[in-house]
């Protein structure tokens, strides 16, 4: 049962004989929501801080002044960034988990899920610029439509990787967070996807297909056949809407539910053309949505709120049947790259791996 907020100051003020109730400190120990928000850079973000604090200055009922905050109950990780406050561990929401100082989609949509749970909220990035859904992003099923190499055949690519941060994060909570508990346990509740700028020409063509490949297979590496999946369409994109939209329709008739949604952003926001945008433009780069601030906080905002109402009843992934959907998986992947050795690809990581160390010395994806 959710409570509301006034309820949760009266409460706090019970607790604590009038003392003022800190942000995010009444979180329950239930199970960490998790979502796993994926997509190119413009899901890393280019939403400027300065932006946001003149959004927070004209509109505060819409943008309110927590924005700039450290959210205690929303943890993050795999963003680029250590947030304007250049934290050192246990990394938690705030500006600054884009590229470089900058934010994304991730912080309107982490503090509308962290309003919305009264467990602690952790979202996970997983982003590259310039990566067509194609081909780096492939996915199992789009491989063997196509006759092509893919994550489980030793395709060392961006749905390989996700899954495999995604799964390595939950099983290590504890290295990670101080405040996480094991009895706990974890929840995927939904993947949040931002892109369509790689995908021109014949890329675009089949993005439809790819996309509805892509959104069933992640259902089925979690083994979470109902996993909401929002697909938003990038200002920037070279895919075409109807791609999105005809793409979660099919998932939505062969799944049986209406769990996938597209968000059609280029028809929603014009950076130009509308003055309620335009004025928060902070630069001429239209690929990365001019560095709009209220763009990528909408973004966010629409996202969580047509998620919100097709999320899953409270339970803990790491304990029930999901948990060995996730083992299987993975143990396709370790056998596709058995089968397939890549020693370029793992010299990199190896590289990648001992130039982070220092500067991510508690990060578990670094080992």
Known sequence: MRMSLKATLVVCLLLWGGS???????????PVKVFLLMGQSNMNGRGTVGGLDKLIKDLPEKYPPSLMKI?????????????????????????????WKYFGPELAFGHAVGDYFEEPVLLIKS?????????????????????????????RGSFQGSFKKVKQICENLELLYDEYDPKQGYQL????????????????????????????DWRTAFGLPDLPFVAVESLSSRAPGKAYQNAVDRV???????????????????????????????????????????????????AAELMKPKLEASRNHATCGVHDAWEKFDKLIDKGNAANPDPAWEAQQAERREKEKAIWPN???MK
């Open 363 to 365: 990060n578990i994806l």
């Open 20 to 30: 003022v109730c800190a942000f995010g400190a009444e979180k329950a120990k239930g």
């Open 252 to 302: 939505n008739k062969a799944a049986g539910n209406t769990q996938a949604v597209a968000i059609l952003a280029k028809s929603k926001i014009d950076l130009k053309g509308d003055k309620n945008y335009s004025v928060y433009n902070a630069s001429g780069d239209a690929t990365h949505w001019h560095y709009n601030a209220r763009a990528y906080l909408d973004v966010g905002y629409w």
């Open 71 to 99: 959210r205690d109950d929303v943890w993050i990780l795999g963003a680029n960034g250590f947030g304007i406050s250049e934290q050192k561990k246990n990394y938690r929401l705030e500006p600054g988990f884009g590229q």
């Open 189 to 216: 509740m939904g993947i949040l996807w931002v892109h369509g700028n790689a995908d021109a020409g014949k890329f675009a063509e089949q993005y439809e297909d790819n996309l509805a490949d892509f959104i069933t």
């Open 127 to 155: 982003f590259g610029g310039g990566t067509p859904l194609a081909t780096n992003w492939i996915s199992p099923s789009a491989a063997k439509r196509r006759g092509e190499k893919g994550p489980l055949d030793g395709y």
